[in-house]
């Protein structure tokens, strides 16, 4: 149980261009999810929270329109990367808090972003 | 801030070894999570602690919640080559009542064969 995929697991895309990803919660219904970034031998670095129904929370510096998050249903929330630079190019990925509560999170397999 | 100090950085055992790698912070958590992340994939979840001095295992994983609520331990007991990888701690912000979680910067642990 408890399994979260992401779609796609890695794209490329040109310089202004826009970009979605998706992240579902597979077996469970997931009212908030989380969207982190990681570069390379870094850690996760979290940048916003997504609650089902209610528009998302942003980490400090941030721009919440240049990542535009939708989370519609209680099984997907979506990420989208708008008018991509190269800098935005990063590994992205999505958690969804366990369906047993407490701070356990699921873990997506990840999105790798690169802008060309 | 909370901060999560993560040690070692990196190890290099030889297979068969037992390992330690642990997480402090200045702050108290009242949970702490285990976390390997495999190149490439996202982060798995290995055990979560709830209760200090909580010791509680996951196959070769034992890791314990400490008294003083303050830091964490990881051990691998006999490693063997997939548990390659790199080992986050993680704990929910205080008070915040939105279960974001803060991460450690990790330890990348490498099996030698």
């Known amino acids: 149980g408890a399994v979260v995929s992401q779609h796609p697991s890695w794209v490329i895309c040109k310089s202004g261009t826009s970009v979605k990803i998706e992240c579902r919660s597979l077996d469970f219904q997931a009212t908030t999810m989380f969207w982190y970034r990681q570069f390379p031998k870094q850690s996760l670095m979290l940048m916003a929270t997504?609650?089902?129904?209610?528009?998302?929370?942003?980490e400090q510096g941030v721009e919440k329109d240049k990542f535009l998050i939708n989370h519609a249903s209680l099984t997907l929330s979506t990420l989208t990367v708008t008018s991509a630079h190269p800098e935005d190019s990063s590994f992205y990925i999505c958690?969804?808090?366990?369906?047993?509560?407490?701070?356990?999170?699921?873990f997506g397999p990840g999105t790798r972003l690169t802008v060309t | 801030g909370q901060q999560l100090n993560q040690s070692p950085q990196s190890m290099f055992i030889q297979e068969g070894e037992d390992v330690s790698m642990n997480c402090t912070s200045s702050s108290i958590f009242n949970t702490w999570l285990w976390y390997k992340q495999d190149p490439g994939e996202g982060p798995v979840l290995l055990i979560a602690?709830?209760?200090?001095?909580e010791l509680t295992s996951n196959g070769r994983l034992t890791a314990q919640f400490g008294i003083t609520r303050k830091d964490s331990f990881l051990n691998i007991s006999a490693s063997i080559p997939s548990d390659v990888g790199i080992y986050f701690c993680?704990?929910?912000?205080?008070?915040?009542?939105?279960?974001?979680?803060?991460f450690g910067k990790g330890t990348k642990l490498s099996v030698i064969p």
């Open positions: 993680a704990g929910p912000y205080s008070g915040a009542g939105s279960y974001q979680l803060t």
């Open positions: 602690l709830y209760k200090a001095g």
């Open positions: 958690s969804a808090i366990s369906p047993t509560g407490a701070y356990e999170q699921y």
């Open positions: 997504s609650n089902e129904g209610s528009k998302a929370t942003y």
